[in-house]
């Protein structure tokens, strides 16, 4: 027995993401995106990898890790942070996936909320925008991703970085972030996306409170009723700093982010987007033997 066959009961129905190129990624598993900030001041990577020669290593390595895609990103989006000008953003990241699109076989996402640096990523390479706004940020943004045909993620955040963790509030969390699905898909659908092209992310540690991000990962579940992809972005964050005080550093959540991971693909992530790809794989993969042997 191969062991494709013993990670997918025979009962389940394959569910893919199209891309523009005529690929396709398949949902039958849940998928690990692999956290790619080319910034100087990312949370948790800022520096790391702000050349292209270090970026590209890292893409690498995660691709050899087992990421099913490369998500690039140009510009910070942590708690309090202002922001870059969309040329400054561009010369960070398309150089990078002009070279990377050349050298893996893996899909590559453009963390962006501009339409320009969207376009001339799609154009460079990029296959799916991942718009942290849920396309409110930049007008342009719906239009250019209906023409493009790019599968778009679409985020949820109170406010915006620069302000999202100055007391958010919330009567019910996971209610009014599926009130906002549901307009955000109704936004993309009247704008000419494709339903089909639309995955969704409830933003942890966007804008929320610790209580609100345990209510997210508990209650996934009830945002399957949209029939949409899950994405769920938890890694490093600093909710589970406050679940453990071993995790004051961004680099020591390793044990948080994996659980966090784990416990959003139990309660229906279709990805989680990961700075540690390695250790998240191997978790998943023991987590879908275990679900393929009941």
Known sequence: ??????????????????????????????????????TPDSFSDGGQYDTPDKALARAHQMVREGAAVIDIGGESS?????????????QRVIPVIERLSTEIDVPISIDTCRASTARTALAAGAS?????????????????????????ILMHMQGTPRIMQVNPQYEDC???V?????????HCIAHGIDRSKII????????????????????????????????????????????????DSPDHRLGGSIAAAVAAVQNGADIVRVHDVAETVEALRIIQGIRAAG
């Not at 494709?4 to 190129?21: D, S």
């Not at 804008?207 to 997210?216: E, F, M, Q, V, Y």
Request: zero cysteines; proline letters at 5%.
């Open 1 to 38: 027995m191969t062991q494709k066959q013993t990670m997918t009961k025979p009962e389940e129905v394959e569910r893919v993401i199209a891309l523009t190129n005529g690929r396709r990624i398949s949902l039958t598993r849940a998928l690990v995106m692999g956290v790619l900030n080319v």
């Open 78 to 90: 942590r708690p309090g942070s202002i922001g870059v000008t969309p040329h400054e953003e561009q």
């Open 128 to 152: 799916i925008v991942n718009d942290i706004s849920a396309l409110r940020f930049d007008p342009e943004m719906v239009t250019l991703v209906a023409e493009s045909g790019a599968p778009v």
């Open 174 to 176: 996971v209610a009014e």
């Open 178 to 186: 599926d009130v906002f699905f549901d307009e955000r898909i109704k």
């Open 200 to 247: 969704l992310d409830p933003g942890i540690g966007f804008g929320k409170r610790l209580s609100d991000n345990l209510a997210l990962l508990s209650g996934l579940t009830g945002f399957r009723r949209f029939g949409l992809p899950l994405m769920v972005g938890a890694s490093r964050k600093s909710f589970i700093a406050m679940l453990s005080a071993s995790s």
